[in-house]
C-alpha cells in the first residue's frame, strides 16, 4: 500500500485516495466487515490507490497498480506518502533500539508491503491484521513478483472480521508479557467505536512501555459531540486506555528531511503513542507471582508455629 520512488530522488505524482463511506457493513465489533465484488469494493480501491502513491523505494506495491497506470512527477509529496516514511522509520528505529522487541503488528488494508520491504531484525514475528479478501489478493500478487519475507522472521495473517482480535492473535502466538510495537495505516474504520475497540485490544496487549505509531482520520475526533479540540480528544482517548500521546505535524516531518509537502487538504492524524500501563498479561503474571509468594509465606508462617 505503501509509494513507488525513494526519497533520493523524489518527484512524485499524487493519486488521491477515494473516500470510504460510513454506511458500509460492519461486524459486532463495528470494523468494516463487507462482501463485495471485486469490481465495486471499496476497500479493494482505496488499497489499491493508496499502492499508486509514489515517494521511497518500494519493489513492491507496483504489483497491485494497473500497467496502464501513468505519474505525473511533481516536486512536492503527498502526505499520505511522509507518514509511510515516518511510520517506517519508526518501526524500524524502535525494533533495532528496544532489547527484545520481536513483535511488530500491523493494522493494515491489507496491501501493506511493510513485511517485505523492510529490514526486519532476525526472529521478528510481524502480525497483520486486515480485511482477509484483500489481504489473500495481495499475497497471490505478492508471490507473483517473488516478494519474501526476511528470512528467519515470521508473517502471520489475523483477519479483521475475527470475532475476537484479542483471542485470535493470541491464539497465532502473541505474547502480552513481551515488547511489542503497532502501527496503524489504511485499516478501514468506520465508526468511532470501531477505533475504540481497536485501541482497547492494543492497550490490552501492549506492554507498559511499548509503542502505537501511524494515522487516523480525522473524521473520528469529527463525531465526537464535545467542543474540545483535536489534540484535547486525542490525549483524552489515548489516556483513557493507558497511553501518553503526542500528534505529530506534516509539516514538521516534511522539514526535518528537506522536502516540500503538496498543498492539499489531507485529513490524517499523524501520531506517536507510548504505553504507560501493564498489559492484560503483565497484570496476570504479577497476580499469580503475588498470590505465589502470599502463600508460599502462609505455609512458612504455619511450619514456625
Known amino acids: 500500500m505503501e509509494c513507488l520512488l525513494?526519497?533520493?530522488?523524489?518527484?512524485?505524482?499524487?493519486?488521491?485516495?477515494?473516500?470510504?463511506?460510513?454506511?458500509?457493513?460492519?461486524?459486532?465489533?463495528?470494523?468494516?466487515?463487507?462482501?463485495?465484488?471485486?469490481?465495486n469494493d471499496p476497500l479493494l480501491q482505496a488499497a489499491i490507490n493508496a499502492a499508486s502513491q509514489p515517494l521511497f523505494v518500494d519493489h513492491y506495491a507496483g504489483c497491485f497498480v494497473s500497467p496502464h497506470f501513468q505519474m505525473d512527477m511533481k516536486q512536492s509529496l503527498h502526505h499520505y506518502c511522509l507518514a509511510t516514511k515516518f511510520i517506517d522509520d519508526r518501526?524500524?528505529?524502535?525494533?533495532n533500539h528496544i532489547d527484545g522487541l520481536k513483535q511488530v503488528v500491523l493494522l493494515t488494508d491489507g496491501m501493506d508491503t511493510r513485511p517485505y520491504r523492510l529490514s526486519w531484525p532476525t526472529s521478528t514475528i510481524i502480525f497483520d491484521i486486515s480485511p482477509e479478501r484483500?489481504?489473500?489478493?495481495?499475497?497471490?500478487?505478492?508471490?507473483?513478483?517473488?516478494?519474501?519475507?526476511?528470512?528467519s522472521c515470521l508473517?502471520?495473517?489475523?483477519?479483521?472480521?475475527?470475532?475476537?482480535?484479542?483471542?485470535?492473535?493470541?491464539a497465532k502466538g502473541f505474547n502480552g508479557n513481551q515488547p511489542s510495537i503497532w502501527a496503524i495505516q489504511g485499516l478501514p474504520l468506520m465508526t468511532?467505536?470501531?477505533?475504540?475497540?481497536?485501541?482497547?485490544?492494543v492497550s490490552g496487549l501492549a506492554m507498559n512501555g511499548c509503542f502505537f505509531v501511524g494515522e487516523l482520520p480525522a473524521w473520528l475526533a469529527e463525531t465526537?459531540?464535545?467542543?474540545s479540540s483535536t489534540r484535547q480528544w486525542m490525549d483524552k482517548l489515548f489516556m483513557s486506555n493507558g497511553f501518553r500521546v503526542?500528534?505529530?505535524?506534516?509539516?514538521?516531518?516534511?522539514?526535518?528531511?528537506?522536502?516540500?509537502?503538496?498543498?492539499?487538504?489531507?485529513?490524517?492524524?499523524?501520531?506517536?503513542?507510548?504505553?504507560?500501563?501493564?498489559s492484560d498479561d503483565q497484570m496476570e503474571t504479577w497476580r499469580t507471582e503475588f498470590q505465589r509468594v502470599e502463600e508460599q509465606g502462609?505455609?512458612?508462617?504455619?511450619?514456625?508455629?
Do not use: C
Open 246 to 278: 503526542n500528534m505529530i505535524s506534516h509539516e514538521e516531518v516534511a522539514r526535518s528531511l528537506g522536502k516540500v509537502l503538496a498543498p492539499v487538504n489531507y485529513k490524517n492524524i499523524l501520531f506517536v503513542a507510548e504505553q504507560l500501563r501493564f
Open 224 to 227: 465526537d459531540r464535545t467542543k
Open 91 to 95: 518501526l524500524l528505529r524502535t525494533v
Open 155 to 170: 508473517f502471520l495473517h489475523v483477519p479483521l472480521g475475527s470475532s475476537n482480535l484479542l483471542q485470535s492473535l493470541r
Open 6 to 39: 525513494g526519497f533520493s530522488h523524489a518527484t512524485p505524482t499524487f493519486v488521491f485516495r477515494p473516500s470510504i463511506t460510513r454506511a458500509s457493513k460492519t461486524n459486532r465489533n463495528g470494523v468494516l466487515r463487507a462482501k463485495l465484488h471485486d469490481t
Open 134 to 151: 484483500i489481504f489473500k489478493r495481495a499475497a497471490e500478487k505478492l508471490e507473483g513478483v517473488g516478494a519474501k519475507i526476511p528470512r
Open 298 to 305: 502462609d505455609e512458612e508462617g504455619f511450619e514456625d508455629l
Open 192 to 201: 468511532l467505536r470501531s477505533f475504540e475497540e481497536i485501541l482497547h485490544i
